[in-house]
T-cell receptor, first 112, second 112 residues
Framework: DTGVSQDPRHKITKRGQNVTFRCDPISEHNRLYWYRQTLGQGPEFLTYFQNEAQLEKSRLLSDRFSAERPKGSFSTLEIQRTEQGDSAMYLC??????????FGSGTRLTVV | LAKTTQPISMDSYEGQEVNITCSHNNIATNDYITWYQQFPSQGPRFIIQGYKTKVTNEVASLFIPADRKSSTLSLPRVSLSDTAVYYCLVGEIYNQGGKLIFGQGTELSVKP
């Protein structure tokens, strides 16, 4: 297992388009997290799953954002009707309940 | 979750010891202190975690005074590759509560 994988690494999209990102966690990890990071700021929590259940969502996760984790394995984060303010690095992390986080390298989204 | 305060930036030279101090005046009894390192275009990476006194691993040392209202990350003999942003977080051990709350972090620049 090579760690947490995120795809794509970079995405450029036009304002108003929908985008979807994928995260493949470490296989035995039952928790999966999504964070967003803008330039010069620390990562901000968006949501997390334990197995397939979405346990918490941040107020940052507007109704244009949706995350899924079918079957408790990989996860997708979809942003509908993208806006320029959505431009950021989207980070995924995974963990076991009693272990530390492992982050992926992120997907950098640019909305033009 | 306790708020943390740390310097925005620090400069150092190769071979020096670097100490980054973090204030967390409202740390709760059950909270642990965790430090993460983040390189550009990568997700944060766990460095070290502690509850009190001193913790040391192959990467760093963490000093926590008796009142636990602050902590100091010590990086011995830094190299250029230690240039990164360092985040101090407080929360339950292994972040059982789920999400991590990141501040702005300390941007460490190591010069030759």
């Amino acid at each position: 297992d090579t760690g947490v994988s995120q795809d794509p690494r970079h995405k450029i999209t036009k304002r108003g388009q929908n985008v979807t990102f994928r995260c493949d966690p470490i296989s035995e990890h039952n928790r999966l997290y999504w964070y967003r990071q803008t330039l010069g700021q620390g990562p901000e929590f968006l949501t997390y799953f334990q197995n397939e259940a979405q346990l918490e969502k941040s107020r940052l996760l507007s109704d244009r954002f949706s995350a899924e984790r079918p079957k408790g394995s990989f996860s997708t984060l979809e942003i509908q009707r993208t806006e320029q303010g959505d431009s950021a690095m989207y980070l995924c992390a995974s963990s076991l309940v009693l272990s530390g986080y492992t982050f992926g390298s992120g997907t950098r989204l640019t909305v033009v | 979750l306790a708020k943390t305060t740390q310097p925005i930036s620090m400069d150092s030279y190769e071979g020096q010891e670097v100490n980054i101090t973090c204030s967390h005046n409202n740390i709760a009894t059950n909270d642990y202190i965790t430090w993460y390192q983040q390189f550009p275009s990568q997700g944060p990476r766990f460095i070290i975690q502690g509850y009190k006194t001193k913790v040391t691993n192959e990467v760093a040392s963490l000093f926590i005074p008796a009142d636990r209202k602050s902590s100091t990350l010590s990086l011995p003999r830094v190299s250029l590759s230690d240039t990164a942003v360092y985040y101090c977080l407080v929360g339950e051990i292994y972040n059982q509560g789920g999400k991590l709350i990141f501040g702005q972090g300390t941007e460490l620049s190591v010069k030759p």
